[in-house]
């Protein structure tokens, strides 16, 4: 067995053109297949080829349950390589789904993780040094590297095959507070990674954001650098020197790497407590900024910030995407920023410098005691917004003239405004919610066509502070009511008395909640925007029987694949896989998958020559299953 799986993944047969050794297809994060056997003319004939289990359930012993399967797999040689809902790593053959081997980490032994995804892990890294090669796992805190033949850990990689991430940083931290659900970067022989942590703590020092580059061979710490910056470049922004406690500022969402300059791309989320900033008045760098950095060095290039002080938990989400794009100056090498907000942000990658202008514009004040939102925020000029910005009276769903008596009612007594309007005691209703706009998803870029394609999501959310009780994970004087707030992430909210309670299940706003937008970055047109996927639990509502739904689309994080051969894949966080036209956004084919694709696909060509499109679907309370479709042999 080891000897055939190291002929599988000799150096020598990888291929881009067939392989996805990236979890984003490719270090800029394009998502882009050059494989063209599936088409147009021939998708409708897709059928199941195989579907892989986890096997894996919630762990009374351990009090832990699997989070969602959102993995997208490696495939290299033919060999794909994934992590599961509790981060373990396995290792399948591409042609037929059999397990070749796993590997388990023992995350659960630590116990449930705390952040709002549990043991969701999306995907794992690759590196090879010509002869052999490793595969690398962030769990928790944990950077481990294995043996891509075995599945066993390299002894000689930092302490018995692993390093910890949680060791060293600006401040000592709870390791059972610190995370990762997205994979490593590898530039030549670094591994770089970044942290997660959950949203809902809010205390002085916890878990900050450094980014850390280790030897791939050995695990020796290379380089870190804090989004935070601790004195210095940036530190003026952080008001009574508030850089010397604040946390989070992290990235954990996947980076993307301009392999040959040697630069990476940060996605940087929002500083602790993400709601309320009055403790670290001021722009807050570089917190929900695009950085680059040199890979080498950890040296910080250049910048942007796309929020000043946030206090919507609008993170940056997602890889940034790099491509080549022909202007009317001639060729750029660019990164685009998908954003929460549903703008995107396009820079030249080496300088930094915006496509098209960007412009300071003016939005709300805050009315909390304490807070001081920024005066302003800065806005692309083009591309235009593709998602719903704001959130007003005209914006409530209106299905039926009951339902939109209800929602109008509901609505006016929250605070409502344009896209940034601040938190709130009496609760903002804020739109995009808090999974944007673009989730970790992220776009999608044809570099033979120069079109972006963006998944977004429009559901707004309830942003309702008050006044926490003291605890070892909340000490601020005002944190968000997640309780009110999620139940207005997309639900229709009713009086406790009101006969029409069952409503509490239908979106407040209007449809679409989910679109695939395609932008022209050639000119920062859009070229189509369609409703993408559907919602069922809406349209077969029983307040909604006999009622003409327009398209719904639906809600989620999860993007789009496009390929050479003039198709895009996608689930948008449905329940069925998708194949649209990339020329016009037209739904070709489309298969159920028996639980939520909360996954980005991928796809790969075996080396009997079938071209193969996988998907991740269920995990947490649902069966976790990798499916696997071709056309019949």
């Known amino acids: 067995m080891r000897r055939a799986l190291l002929a599988l993944l000799a150096p020598a047969a990888l291929s881009a053109q067939t392989d996805w050794p990236v979890y984003g297809g490719d270090p800029g994060a394009m998502k882009y297949s ?11 004939r897709l059928t199941k080829l195989w579907e892989w289990s986890t096997g894996e359930a919630p762990m009374a012993q351990w009090k832990t349950r699997p989070g969602l399967f959102q993995a997208t797999p490696l495939m290299i040689g033919d060999t794909l390589f994934l992590p599961t809902s509790y981060n373990q790593v396995a290792a399948l053959n591409a042609a037929t789904g059999r397990e070749y081997w796993r590997f388990d980490p023992r995350a659960y032994e630590a116990g449930q993780a705390p952040n709002g995804t549990g043991f969701v892990h999306r995907g794992v890294a690759s590196w090879s040094d010509g002869k052999t090669r490793r595969i690398f796992l962030n ?27 949680a060791g060293d940083l600006v401040w000592q931290v709870n390791r059972r507070r610190y995370t990762n659900t997205s994979p490593p970067v590898v530039w030549g022989n670094l591994v770089i990674v970044g942290n997660g942590v959950a949203d809902k703590f ?13 030897d791939a061979r050995t695990g020796k710490r290379i380089w870190k650098w804090s989004p935070i910056p601790q004195g210095g470049d940036g530190s003026e922004t952080w008001e009574n020197e508030s850089w010397r406690f604040t946390g989070h500022t992290n990235v954990w969402a996947p980076f993307s790497v301009d392999v040959a300059r040697g630069l990476v791309y940060l996605p940087v989320s929002t500083p602790s407590n993400d709601w309320y900033g009055g403790a670290r008045k001021g722009d807050n760098l570089f917190a929900e900024s695009l950085v680059c950095l040199d890979a080498r060095t950890g040296e910080k290039l250049w910048h942007f910030q796309t929020v000043h002080h946030g206090l919507w938990d609008y993170d940056l989400p997602t890889a940034p995407v790099l491509g080549r794009v022909t202007q009317p100056g001639g060729p750029v090498d660019f990164v685009a920023m998908p954003t929460k907000m549903g703008m995107l942000f396009v820079f030249d990658r080496v300088t930094g410098t915006p496509l098209w202008p960007v412009e300071e514009r003016p939005v709300p004040a805050s009315d909390v005691l304490g807070e001081r939102a920024a005066p302003t925020q800065p806005f692309p ?3 235009a917004p593709y998602a719903r910005q704001g959130f007003s009276a005209t914006d409530v769903v209106d299905f039926t003239p009951a339902l939109k008596e209800l929602a109008t009612r509901t609505v006016t007594s929250y605070r409502t405004g344009p896209l940034f309007t601040p938190p709130s005691l009496q609760g903002t209703v804020a739109s995009p919610g808090l999974i944007g706009g673009s989730g970790w998803g992220g776009g999608a870029y044809d570099p033979e066509t120069g079109i972006i394609y963006l998944k977004a999501t429009n559901q707004p959310a309830l942003l309702k502070l008050v006044t926490p009780p003291p605890s070892d994970s909340l000490d601020a004087a005002y944190a968000l009511d997640f309780t009110a707030s999620l139940d207005l992430n997309a639900k229709l909210l009713s009086s406790p008395d009101d006969p029409q309670r069952a409503a509490a299940s239908l979106p407040i706003s209007k449809p679409p909640y989910g679109t695939l937008t395609a932008i022209d970055l050639a000119t920062g047109d859009h070229r189509w925007q369609v409703p993408l996927g559907d919602s069922p639990e809406i349209r077969n ?6 009622v003409a739904l327009p398209p719904l689309g639906v809600a989620g994080a999860p993007g ?9 894949f996608a689930t948008g966080g449905g329940s069925a ?13 489309q298969a159920p998958l ?31 299953k990798l499916q696997a479709f071709s056309l019949p042999r």
């Not at 809010?202 to 280790?214: C, H, L, T, V, W």
């Not at 509502?541 to 006999?546: A, T, V």
């Open 139 to 165: 769990s928790r805190w944990r950077l481990i590297a294995l043996d891509a033949a075995t599945g066993r850990p390299i002894p000689s990689f930092g302490a018995g095959g692993e390093v910890d991430l």
């Open 202 to 214: 809010a205390y002085k020092n916890d878990p900050p954001g450094d980014i850390q580059a280790f």
């Open 577 to 589: 896989l998708i194949a649209l036209d990339k020329a016009t956004g037209k739904v070709l084919w």
């Open 34 to 44: 050059a494989l063209a056997d599936l088409n147009p003319g021939n998708v409708g």
């Open 541 to 546: 509502h029983p307040l909604l029987k006999g």
């Open 381 to 383: 000029t083009k591309p």
């Open 560 to 568: 789009a694949i496009v390929t050479k051969g003039g198709l895009l």
């Open 594 to 624: 028996g639980a939520i694709g909360y996954a980005n696909p991928m796809t790969y060509r075996t080396r009997a020559g079938q071209q193969v499109v996988v998907i991740a679907t269920g995990g947490g309370a649902a069966p976790a």
